[in-house]
């Protein structure tokens, strides 16, 4: 039962894990490897700093040590000397008490001697643990330099990635293919738009052919007839127009002709009546009118019909 418990335990946190990775923004998660990377980093220097501060401290114990044998030799040296000279002297008491001073000095120089060696050996250790601390930080640095040049490709690629998503969002969103939802596509709208105007198509084609649609075509047909009607006479009118000679059939040309017009040109003149036709009049005299069945010809005489007049 325990062993079922921990399996459980452990599949809802893989799980749990799984999924928060799956909804963790990348750029939270780069700067959180940055910052990680940074803090080993000065971990690393700050253990390297120990390292060579460790070096240095044994210089300077090594220096201290170094002039301590040297004085101890010194030292010793001095009171061989003065052993030597209080015997040359006959003070056999002062050369002997010389000699166990040289005695001790000697001892103390062993010892000494014993400590600088020991603390050279360390000064070696240290300087080649301090040559490698260097060397880590230097190498830890040139990853941290690739590090930051990685977060900065990264950060682009994602901005590039969420702009790709951006754009396809858009186009599905053009497409009539994409799924539907609160905003309606293009393709909808002009659905919509295309059906209402054919269903007024429609209904326009189904209310021309009615009678009351055959009414209005007639009524308009027989007001646009009267309406060229009407503006043959007034352009009848403004030909006809030039003055009551020329209404009469005089000889004088009309007076919109002018002074130079050809006299022989023929003009047209309206009729005895505003129903009757414009006739063709010569200059100097009056144009007969056509013959017409049943009527009188330019001499006055009854023509027959369907027969030459006589």
Do not use: C, W
Not at 62 to 83: D, F, I, P, Y
Not at 155 to 178: D, K
Not at 258 to 284: C, I, M, N, W
């Amino acid at each position: 039962m325990a062993n079922v418990v921990r399996k459980i335990a452990r599949y809802l946190s893989a799980s749990a894990n799984r999924k928060f990775d799956e909804r963790a923004d990348p750029r939270v998660q780069i700067d959180q490897a940055i910052e990680e990377a940074r803090r080993q980093h000065e971990a690393l220097v700050q253990q390297a700093a120990l390292v060579v501060g460790n070096q240095r401290q044994l210089e300077m114990r090594l220096a201290r040590q170094a002039e301590e044998v040297a004085g101890l030799t010194e030292s010793a040296r001095s009171s061989l000397v003065l052993a030597d000279n209080a015997r040359a002297s006959g003070d056999p008491v002062s050369a002997a008490g010389y000699e166990e001073t040289a005695q001790a000095f000697a001892s103390q120089l062993v010892s000494a001697e014993a400590s600088l060696e020991d603390l050279k050996n360390l000064h070696r250790q240290a300087a080649s643990s301090a040559a490698q601390a260097r060397i880590a930080v230097e190498d830890n640095t040139a990853r941290m330099q690739r590090h930051l040049a990685e977060r900065a490709r990264l950060l682009t690629q994602i901005e590039h990635a969420a702009m790709q998503e951006q754009m396809t969002q858009a186009m599905e969103g053009m497409s009539s293919l994409a799924p539907a939802g609160d905003t309606p596509t293009l393709a909808e709208v002009r659905d919509k738009v295309e059906h209402r105007y054919a269903v007024a198509l429609g209904r326009h084609e189904l209310a021309s052919q009615g009678m009351e649609a055959r009414m209005v075509e007639v009524r308009r047909a027989t007001m646009d007839a009267r309406a060229l009607s009407r503006l043959a006479e007034l352009r009848g009118d403004l030909g006809g127009g030039g003055g009551t000679g020329a209404a009469l059939g005089g000889g004088a040309a009309p007076a919109s002709l002018g002074a130079g017009a050809d006299p022989q040109r023929p003009s047209l003149t309206k009729g005895q009546s505003d129903g009757e036709p414009y006739g063709v009049s010569e200059a100097g005299g009056r144009g007969a009118p056509p013959p017409a069945a049943g009527g009188q010809g330019a001499d006055g005489t009854a023509g027959a019909p369907g027969g030459p007049a006589a």
